[in-house]
């Protein structure tokens, strides 16, 4: 959705700093079905309290499109891939971000919309039914320094050994907590309180009503609306004139969020109270929708360093491509993306990691053929 619509929406432009605080959410129906490591790949177990080791051409680790995306390609093109899909990875249930949505409605193939969940569920039973091999499991720790392949992957009871890998595990969004923000009773949490206007803002229950944003950058000037305790901006200058320019928009200094109400037992957002963080003063500012736009986190951290990231934790790729700084190991969605962060747009990358994996698949082989 584009905040510069022809309705009559009033934006508030708010500022705050905001403290993160990540989703926990679940599937609505979370295939809990775990493939044998009797497959294709081969296992070898282990004595007691060592790890059980796996080898595969290709690990993915990630849950969302551009994992799921990643293991269709890759095992249709037979490279029997692994997935490790994480439990509760960065406190969000398989499936990532699309599992704290409800309706979406711009994912191609949907007409009527499907639940967040439903769609991620479907991913799952798509690629299991190509044969990828899925593990409810989180990787804590990956070695990739080795001047050859197999990299490394590790979880608490796993360890496999990969020739390449897909890393798709997705950035999650910041969050402020204050009464009424969460999705609890007394919570309005998808409903009428989102982290993504892009996504959500087009949504029947937000046409023609006063919407506010929360968020300190370029995104929160695009998506309209901004909590901060300062008088200044910190987006970039085009983007604050255009903000500040835009007849729609209303910017209220100095203020916070303090509390959000719902609108008269109707079970959805109806307002904010505001507090002027200058004056202690509590005013209420009446919308039916509040996105925040504070940023996300890149779910890099497993990473130890081993791939470079960029300023903000995302992983650099090669311009044009999935390919990381390791040759062999790939990055899709939005672990690599800081600006569309869509869900088509990780299925897209997603399919680019696998094809090139497979490539890069092909070119080792050919070269330990010429060698032998």
Known sequence: MSFRSKSNTLFALLSKKARSFIRLASTPSAAAAVASASSSSSSIAMEDGALETLQTKLCIIGSGPAAHTAAIYAARAELKPILFEGWMANDIAPGGQLTTTSDVENFPGFPEGILGGELTDRFRNQSLRFGTQIFTETVSRVAFSGPVPPFKVFTDSKLVLADSVVVATGAVAKRLSFPGSGEGPGGFWNRGISACAVCDGAAPIFRNKPLAVIGGGDSA????????????????????????????????????????????????????????????????????????????????????????????????????????????????????????????????????????????LQEMESQDGKSN
């Open 221 to 360: 000037m695009e998506e309209a609306t901004f909590l901060t305790k300062r008088d200044t901006f910190r987006a970039s200058k085009i983007m604050q004139k255009r903000a500040l320019e835009n007849p729609k928009i209303k910017v209220v200094w100095n203020s916070a969020v303090a509390e959000a109400f719902g609108e008269g037992g109707k079970g959805v957002l109806g307002g904010l109270k505001i507090k002027n963080l200058v004056t202690g003063d509590i005013s209420e500012l009446k919308v039916s929708g509040l996105f925040f736009a504070i940023g996300h986190e890149p779910a890099t951290k497993f990473l130890g360093g081993q791939l470079e990231l960029d300023a903000d934790g995302y992983i650099v790729t090669k311009p044009g491509t999935t390919q990381t700084s390791v040759r062999g190991v790939f990055a899709a969605g939005d672990v690599q993306d800081k600006k569309y962060r869509q869900a088509v747009t990780a299925a897209g990358t997603g399919c680019m990691a696998a094809l090139e994996a497979e490539h890069y």
